[in-house]
């Protein structure tokens, strides 16, 4: 597999799995809730997880599928994709420190830490020059 193609299908299929995720919860937002034992009260509640879990979500599928989609930008997507999903492991490390495991976060743990992994490999990959040059 050539290193564009690896970085594309990584852009492509974490962005189709970030951007359906949340369509997903922003249909339906006890979706999530539902998952990890939140509770919401009210509109406020809902709304908040609509946006953040929906649409913030999609928001990321959709650039990740943007870059995915042409050599140009794969290059940038994989180093937001570090970025974002590595901030997201970090952070969700730090949560399963301070206040116990789950199930579910251990999961989500893993998916970001092998996406995260998987995009800064497919960054370096690019990054170095090829065989020959």
Do not use: W
Not at 61 to 72: C, D, R
């Amino acid at each position: 597999m050539t290193k564009m193609l690896f970085a594309r299908i990584l852009l492509l299929v974490n962005g189709a799995a970030f951007a359906l995720y949340g369509l997903a919860c922003a249909l339906s937002p006890t979706l999530v809730s539902d998952y990890v034992g939140m509770v919401l009260p009210g509109a406020s509640a809902l709304t908040e997880v609509v946006a953040m879990y929906g649409g913030l979500q999609a928001g990321v599928g959709i650039l990740f599928l943007y870059a995915g989609l042409s050599p140009e930008r794969a290059r940038g997507g994989l180093a937001v994709m570090v970025i974002l999903i590595g901030s997201l492991a970090l952070a969700r490390t730090f949560g399963l420190l301070m206040h116990g495991t789950s199930a579910y976060n251990l999961g989500a743990l893993a998916y970001e830490s092998v996406s995260a992994l998987l995009a800064f490999i497919g960054m370096r990959r690019l990054n170095a020059p090829e065989a020959g040059s």
